[in-house]
């Protein structure tokens, strides 16, 4: 199993996690830290080939973090 980490600055903009969950074959990660999520719920979708599991920020749309994972 590899892990990462990745700072994605903000998921806030439509289709940023789709992006992020792109790039992430390239490098063969199974386990990927997610800072800055900035959305405003807490919940689980799926993304690709990857889950995305995440939790809130702040009242401003700060800080928020998560983590995607795959299976394969």
Do not use: H
């Not at 992430?24 to 990857?50: F, I, M, S």
Request: glycine content about 12%; overall charge positive.
């Amino acid at each position: 199993m590899i892990f990462g980490t990745l700072n994605v600055m903000s998921l806030y903009r439509t289709g940023s996690l789709a992006t992020a969950a792109r790039e992430l074959p390239r490098y063969k990660l199974n386990l990927v830290g997610v800072q800055e999520v900035r959305w405003d719920t807490r919940c689980a979708v799926k993304a690709g080939g990857y889950n995305f599991f995440y939790e809130k920020g702040n009242e401003n749309r700060q800080l928020g973090k998560g983590f995607l994972y795959t299976t394969e």
